[in-house]
Nanobody
Framework: QVQLVESGGGLVQAGGSLRLSCAAS????????MGWFRQAPGKEREFVAA????????YYADSVLGRFTISRDNAKNTVYLQMNSLKPEDTAVYYC?????????????????WGQGTQVTVSS
C-alpha cells in the first residue's frame, strides 16, 4: 500500500511559478511510475506529466510541454512538478498518482494509488 500526500499548491498570478511536491510512503517508491494529473471544475481529470522508474522516461501533456518539469528524488520518496509560466487555464486540483508497473503513463486507469490533491489557482 502506498500513501501519497501532495503539497505546494496555492494562488499565483499568471506568469508565475509553483512547485508541487508529492511525498510517498512505502519502501519501494523508487520502483513506481509516478504521474501528475489535474482536474478543473466540471472537467475530466487529465494527464499532466509522468516519470517512469526504469530508464527515467518522462512524458508531458502538450498543454504543459516547455513550462512544467517533473522530477523525482527516490531518496526522499518524493516526486515534484515545477510549474513555470502559469496560465489561468492551469487552474485545477492537481493529483499525484503511483503506478505499480513502474512505467509511468498518461492513462489514469493505469495508476494504482492517488493522493488527495492540492489546489492551484492562477489569476489573470
Amino acid at each position: 500500500q502506498v500513501q501519497l500526500v501532495e503539497s505546494g499548491g496555492g494562488l499565483v498570478q499568471a506568469g508565475g511559478s509553483l512547485r508541487l511536491s508529492c511525498a510517498a510512503s512505502g519502501r519501494t517508491f523508487s520502483m513506481y511510475g509516478m504521474g501528475w494529473f489535474r482536474q478543473a471544475p466540471g472537467k475530466e481529470r487529465e494527464f499532466v506529466a509522468a516519470i517512469s522508474w526504469r530508464l527515467g522516461r518522462i512524458y508531458y501533456a502538450d498543454s504543459v510541454l516547455g513550462r512544467f518539469t517533473i522530477s523525482r528524488d527516490n531518496a526522499k520518496n518524493t516526486v515534484y512538478l515545477q510549474m513555470n509560466s502559469l496560465k489561468p487555464e492551469d487552474t485545477a486540483v492537481y493529483y499525484c498518482a503511483a503506478d505499480e508497473y513502474g512505467m509511468g503513463s498518461s492513462r489514469k486507469y493505469e495508476y494504482d494509488y492517488w493522493g488527495q490533491g492540492t489546489q492551484v489557482t492562477v489569476s489573470s
